[in-house]
């Protein structure tokens, strides 16, 4: 067998985020960081995830236990493979718990990895849905499905999750509408802006998911409207109109900051910022650490300030392709 080697981006959500999970829009952009995996015959299963090895021999041992290896041995047994006998590396340049996607690039990868050595193939939307069933019923993290989607897709993209505000399993529910702004877009002015604090996206998300489905009219009217501006940011990021495109941001983020989705040192970071000249500035993925981004069409002033702000990492968005899987000299996506 022929060493399998894939590969997934990291996403930063331009605006629109968090209403992928309440049947909104994003527009969201992949990173040129990404997360890879690579497996190959061995003796007995052996697992490395970055510097860490584990060898996972009992049923028990496919248990979560809240570790770096919960991922592979949930793709593992959600594949019916725990009795192979194979290595399975996984490594990733995305900044680990950021809100940038990394979590869902890395069962992106193992999964479309080990279901190429089985022989299995999906169309891109089909297997979209299966990465976030894998994530939210496997993993247990209260998630949407903007992640999923861009793991497969890639790019940059305008993407409509109407419909799919309560669709946890494949049969129930209905694919996203996903259209490509890549080739429009020549000119990506954002910075984003890690905090160096890693968090989980389900606690940051569980508790105004709560509200939600309480019926709490502030979320739901919260949502509806950042919604609208994600749709209102597909035009003014196609016209360019850059002081409209960050008003649009900066409202995304008042009304996730007043719901409590953001964190003190996400609101320090995006009011340097701001301060720096910035058209807009909110949370690039879920709050209470992870990263932020800014659009900044004079960029070298709002670094600076993000630096001296305590930002730990500096990254940008880049349009870059979705989940590659490559065996010997084919490659699939």
Known sequence: MPVIRASAPGRCGIIGNPTDGYGGTVLSCTLAER???EIHPHDHLHLVMGDQEDVPGSSDDFQPKGDYFDIPKLVLKHLGMTAEKLEIRCWSDIPLASGLGGSTAAIAVLFGALACYKGEMYHPYLLA?????IEQTLLNIRCGFQDHYMMVFGGLNYMDFRKKEDCNFIDRGVYATIES?????????????????????GDVHKPIRERWLNGDWEVIDGYERISQYARLGKKSLLDKDWDELGRLMN????IQRDLGGSGEFNDRL?????DAGAEGAKLAGAGKGGTIIALATDPAPVISA????GAARIIYPK???GLCVE???KENR
């Open 35 to 37: 997360t890879y995996a």
């Open 129 to 133: 849905e299966k990465l976030h069933e």
């Open 181 to 201: 702004l890549t080739s429009y877009v020549t000119e990506l002015p954002f910075v984003l802006a890690h905090t160096g604090m890693k968090h989980h996206s």
């Open 251 to 254: 409202l995304n983020h008042e």
């Open 270 to 274: 995006i009011k340097a910022a701001l």
């Open 306 to 309: 993000l630096k001296k702000a």
């Open 319 to 321: 349009p870059s392709p």
């Open 327 to 329: 065996s010997g000299n």
